[in-house]
Every structure is written in C-alpha cells, then in structure tokens.
C-alpha cells in the first residue's frame, strides 16, 4: 500500500521559516509529478508547490520565490522549503502523488495525511 508521510510543520512567527518533508513508502516519487497542496479553514485547497520527472518545478504566485519544492531520489523524500511565511499561510499541508503530465492539472491519487502550518503575526 502506498504511503505518503508528511512531517516538520509547527508554529512559527510571521517572517519565520519551516520546512516540510514527505516520505513516500511503495511509490516512487521520482517518477511522477508530485506536489505540496494546502487547505486552509473556509477555503479552498490549494495547489502551492510542483516538481515533475524531469525535476521541472512551479509555484503558486503567492509563495513564489518564498518556498521551494525539491525531492531527494535516494531517500525517496519530497521536501517543501518555506521562508518569509506570513499568516496567510496558516494552513493543513498535504503532499500528493500523480500522474505525468503538466503537473499543476493533472489528477493526483495519491495524498498524505497533512502536516499542520501556523503562522503568527
């Protein structure tokens, strides 16, 4: 069964910094697009950070040049590297698993259980 983990959230004061980790067990994440969504109270999910194969990455216009998604193929790890977080990040993230293709779209189907990010001012 296909296993993602997510850890390192916690709560941090506005221009802290955090960083995300997602272990993935029984799937390979360097062969597909993965990514890093957040949900937020009231809001929507949102997709924030995505990272394909080839190691193309894009960003959310709101944490661009602030997070930065990267992935360690021998650990089989995805990270999410936040700084300058404000408390409109607040958020439960969740790492996510799919298919090739353009990353942002396409359909993942494979989710992790979250990690909590608060954001103080």
């Known amino acids: 069964q296909v296993q993602l983990v997510e850890s390192g959230g916690g709560s941090v004061q506005a221009g802290g910094s955090l960083t995300l980790s997602c272990k993935a067990s029984?799937?390979?994440?360097?062969?597909?697009?993965m990514g890093w969504f957040r949900k937020a109270p009231g809001k929507e999910r949102e997709g924030v950070a995505f990272?394909?194969?080839?190691?193309?990455?894009n960003y959310a216009a709101s944490v661009k040049g602030r997070f930065t998604i990267s992935q360690h193929n021998a650990e089989n790890t995805l990270y999410l590297q936040m700084t300058s977080l404000q408390p409109g990040d607040t958020a439960m993230y969740y790492c996510?698993?799919?298919?090739?293709?353009?990353?942002?779209?396409?359909?993942?189907?494979?989710w992790g259980q979250g990690t909590q990010v608060t954001v103080s001012s």
């Open positions: 029984r799937y390979t994440l360097s062969r597909s697009c």
């Open positions: 996510a698993g799919g298919s090739s293709g353009y990353c942002p779209t396409i359909r993942y189907t494979h």
């Open positions: 990272i394909d194969s080839a190691g193309w990455k």
